[in-house]
C-alpha cells in the first residue's frame, strides 16, 4: 500500500465530514484511511461510522493531546508514506494524489504547498526546493500537505509527546538536519487548511517560540552562537543598507 491517510478529530463533525469527503473523492486509490478521534462527544462518531467501510481503522477514545493522537495513527498505519490531514482539512482537489504518486516516487519525505483559508480569505505558502538549518529555526513544513515515509518514524522517532505545539517542527528538525533524510518538493497545493490550529493561533505565538527556543538550545546548542551572531550581522547589514541611501540623499542635499 503506497499511502495512509491520518486524520484527527475531536468534536468537529462539520470538518471531519469535509476532510472523509476529500479523501473518497480522490481518483488515486492507494491508500488506506485512518481516522483518530479523541473521544468526541457531538456527531464525530456517527460520521465516522457512516463511513466505516471506507475506513481501515478508527477509534474514539481520550488521548493526552495532539501528538498522541497523531503517534496512534502512526502505529496503525501501513502505508509506504503517511499524510497527516487533520479534521477540517481537505485535499484541493480529486487528482490531488495522482499528481503526486502518479509517477515513481522514493524521497523519504515528499513535501507540497499549502493554501490556508483564514475565515474565508485564502493565502498560499509556496515552500523553497532546497530546505536548510536556517529556513528551519524560523519556519516549517506543513504536516497536512507532507508526505512522510513511515519508516523515517523508526529511524528518527515518534512525535514527542512532551511537547504541546511544536513536535511535528521538531521532527522535520532532526529528520532533516540531523539524519539527513531526503527530500523532494512537489510544486503543487495539495490541501486546504484552516487557521485554527495550536501553533496558528495568536495566544500561542509566545509558546511556539519558547518551545522551539528550547528544542534548539537542548539538541542544537554547538550551532547556535554561530547563528546568533549571523543574525547580528545580518541585521546590521540591513540596517545600513536602508540608511545609507537616506543619509547619501541628505548630503547632496546638503551640497546643493
Given at each position: 500500500m503506497k499511502l495512509s491517510i491520518i486524520t484527527i478529530n475531536y468534536n468537529?463533525?462539520?470538518?471531519?465530514?469535509?476532510?472523509i469527503n476529500s479523501v473518497l473523492a480522490q481518483s488515486f486509490t492507494?491508500?488506506?484511511y485512518i481516522i483518530i478521534d479523541g473521544g468526541s462527544t457531538d456527531q464525530s462518531v456517527e460520521v465516522i461510522?457512516?463511513?466505516?467501510?471506507?475506513?481501515?481503522?478508527?477509534?474514539?477514545?481520550k488521548d493526552s493531546g495532539v501528538y498522541n493522537a497523531m503517534n496512534k495513527g502512526i502505529a496503525a498505519a501501513k502505508g509506504e508514506y503517511l499524510l497527516m490531514l487533520n479534521s477540517g482539512d481537505y485535499l484541493i482537489n480529486n487528482e490531488v494524489l495522482s499528481q503526486v504518486f502518479g509517477k515513481p516516487v522514493s524521497a523519504d519525505i515528499l513535501y507540497g504547498d499549502t493554501l490556508w483559508d483564514d475565515n474565508g480569505s485564502t493565502f498560499e505558502t509556496h515552500f523553497p526546493e532546497q530546505l536548510s538549518f536556517q529556513y528551519f529555526r524560523n519556519n516549517s513544513l506543513g504536516h497536512q500537505t507532507t508526505f512522510i515515509?513511515?519508516?523515517?518514524?523508526?529511524?528518527?522517532?515518534?512525535?514527542?509527546e512532551s511537547y504541546r505545539i511544536v513536535s511535528d517542527w521538531k521532527f522535520f528538525m532532526q529528520a532533516i538536519c540531523k539524519h539527513n533524510v531526503s527530500c523532494q518538493?512537489?510544486?503543487v497545493l495539495i490541501a486546504v487548511c484552516g487557521r485554527d490550529g495550536l501553533s496558528c493561533k495568536i495566544e500561542n505565538w509566545g509558546r511556539v517560540v519558547a518551545e522551539r527556543e528550547a528544542i534548539l538550545n537542548k539538541e542544537y546548542a554547538m550551532f547556535m552562537p554561530d547563528y546568533e551572531r549571523a543574525d547580528t550581522i545580518e541585521q546590521k547589514y540591513d540596517f545600513l543598507n536602508k540608511s545609507?541611501?537616506?543619509?547619501?540623499?541628505?548630503r547632496i542635499k546638503m551640497l546643493k
Open positions: 468537529n463533525a462539520d470538518g471531519l465530514q469535509k476532510t492507494d491508500w488506506e461510522k457512516t463511513h466505516q467501510q471506507h475506513i481501515a481503522c478508527w477509534v474514539s477514545e515515509r513511515r519508516g523515517l518514524h523508526n529511524e528518527v522517532g515518534m512525535y514527542d518538493h512537489i510544486p545609507l541611501p537616506v543619509r547619501i540623499g541628505r
